[in-house]
């Protein structure tokens, strides 16, 4: 079965912080897909990444980055210099590589306090 | 951008009345749309899987006579909760797959209240 660890239920931080988002997931899948979405308090979803599970390069994308390890079965998100805006929920989601349903895991919640 | 809208954004009914909440894809065709559920404070969880032209297919636990599902053309899926009840009070989120591209586009959602 599928599923996607979110250890971390709260997160604060102070502006300007570091914060790494930690996302470990299960699957016996040899091809699939991960995410990283952000939910604000207006509740829309917003894309952050998609990676395949044959691209293990790590990818940075202005202040953030995600790093892939395979051999822990995790796919961490850091958020470099953050501010305030970047409060919200931010969820970690598994698709397996035919369909494109997703698995979330339980959200952490990121305060980034001025 | 691809969009995704949905009506309503909220709505409050009577417990045993039914509710449609519609899902439309705005500049492209969807063929496959998602439903998700998310309680307060909680993840998402996927509903079913709403297929053009076919019946949807419901994930296990989900009571496919209460949670109706249309996907009656290639920009339009419907949800419709019948006889709601007040547990039945939470966000509804539709999605859909960007055709050929990396990303699956999400509604803004619906908060349904029963009263």
């Known amino acids: 079965a599928q599923k996607v660890t979110q250890a971390q239920t709260e997160i604060s931080v102070v502006e300007k912080e570091d914060v790494t988002l930690d996302c470990v997931y299960e699957?016996?899948?040899?091809?699939?897909?991960l995410f990283w979405y952000k939910q604000p308090p207006s509740g829309e979803l917003v894309f952050l990444i998609r990676r395949n599970s044959f691209d293990e390069q790590n990818e940075i994308s202005g202040r953030y980055s995600w790093n892939f390890q395979k051999s822990t079965s995790s796919f961490n998100f850091t958020i470099t210099a953050s501010q305030v805006v970047d409060s919200a929920v931010y969820f970690c989601a598994l698709s397996d590589y035919n369909t494109d349903k997703l698995i979330f895991g339980t959200g952490t919640r990121l305060q980034v306090f001025p | 951008g691809a969009v995704v809208s949905q009506h309503p954004s909220w709505v409050i009914c009577k417990s045993g009345t039914s509710v449609k909440i519609e899902c439309r894809s705005l500049d492209f065709q969807a063929t496959t749309m998602f439903w998700y559920r998310q309680f307060p404070k909680q993840s998402l969880m996927l509903m079913a899987t709403?297929?053009?032209?076919?019946?949807?297919?419901?994930e296990q636990g989900v009571e496919k006579d209460k949670f109706l599902i249309n996907h009656a053309s290639l920009t339009l899926s419907t949800l419709t909760v019948t006889s709601a009840h007040p547990e039945d009070s939470s966000f509804y989120i539709c999605s859909a797959p960007e055709p050929g591209g990396d990303e699956q586009y999400f509604g803004p959602g619906t908060r349904l209240t029963v009263t």
């Open positions: 709403s297929n053009e032209g076919s019946k949807a297919t419901y």
């Open positions: 699957t016996r899948d040899t091809t699939y897909y």
